[in-house]
Nanobody, 124 residues
């Protein structure tokens, strides 16, 4: 049984920073592709960032490139998302997801397990 838990969401002013964390039981992040997605009110869930467990290679949506950083903490078996220079359009529920394959993907159906989400609200 794989269980993902996100944390770190909250309310922040525009231009501020937040660090989201996703911990897992039943699966090791260093062996599988992992990603963060987000869903804003009234919008579809969208890809934010992904990381390969084996190579550590990362990929970002254009909207967050240069502001967000995804990383794996092997000691804690966690995947973190450092979010800087936050904008009001970053307001959403952020979800962590992990595949059953090593390589990451930007596609929602490619992920087998999802967390419950953590809410991020950026005030302008």
């Amino acid at each position: 049984q794989v269980h993902l838990v996100e944390s770190g969401g909250g309310l922040v002013q525009a231009g501020g920073s937040l660090r989201l964390s996703c911990t897992a039981s039943g699966r090791t992040f260093s062996r599988y592709g992992t990603a963060w997605f987000r869903q804003a009110p009234g919008k579809e869930r969208e890809f934010v960032a992904s990381i390969s467990g084996s190579s550590g290679s990362t990929y970002y949506a254009d909207s967050v490139k240069g502001r967000f950083t995804i990383s794996i903490d092997n000691a804690e078996n966690a995947v973190n998302l450092q979010m800087n220079s936050l904008k009001s359009e970053d307001t959403a529920v952020y979800y962590c997801a992990i595949r059953s394959k090593m390589g990451p993907s930007i596609s929602i159906p490619a992920y087998d397990y999802w967390g419950q989400g953590t809410r991020v609200t950026v005030s302008s």
